[in-house]
């Protein structure tokens, strides 16, 4: 599976940004979509999930802000943003498992400025 990401920008607080994620290869094994993030001299850490039943998870910090979706054949996962904070500033990356391994995208800039 190949992951393409793209959607980041500048943008100013209380925002928003629409990123998505164009998955190829063999999507119909993908069981669980996500996107992390990475703020500048933090760890990557987990924003949302989406499993192939539709159940999704979110972070803390982002909780009724964003929302992830994907369209029926798996084939690119979005995360719409709302009301972005500063702190939302960092590297978003996809991701997605297959059972058997994961993978990841390149990762597209988020900037949210004050």
């Known amino acids: 599976v190949q992951l393409q990401a793209s959607g980041g920008g500048l943008v100013q607080a209380g925002g928003s940004l629409r990123l998505s994620c164009?998955?190829?290869?063999?999507?119909?094994?993908?069981?669980?979509?996500?996107?992390?993030?990475?703020?500048?001299?933090?760890?990557?850490?987990?924003?949302?999930?989406?499993?192939?039943?539709?159940?999704?998870?979110?972070?803390?910090?982002?909780?009724?802000?964003?929302?992830?979706?994907?369209?029926?054949?798996?084939?690119?996962?979005?995360?719409?943003?709302?009301?972005?904070?500063?702190?939302?500033t960092g590297v978003y990356y996809c991701n997605c498992n297959t059972n058997a391994r994961d993978y990841w995208g390149q990762g597209t800039q988020v900037t949210v400025s004050s």
């Open 22 to 88: 164009a998955a190829s290869g063999t999507t119909s094994k993908i069981v669980v979509l996500a996107w992390f993030r990475q703020a500048p001299g933090k760890q990557r850490e987990l924003v949302a999930v989406l499993t192939s039943d539709g159940s999704t998870h979110y972070a803390d910090p982002v909780k009724g802000r964003f929302t992830i979706s994907s369209d029926n054949a798996k084939s690119t996962v979005y995360l719409q943003m709302i009301s972005l904070k500063p702190e939302d």
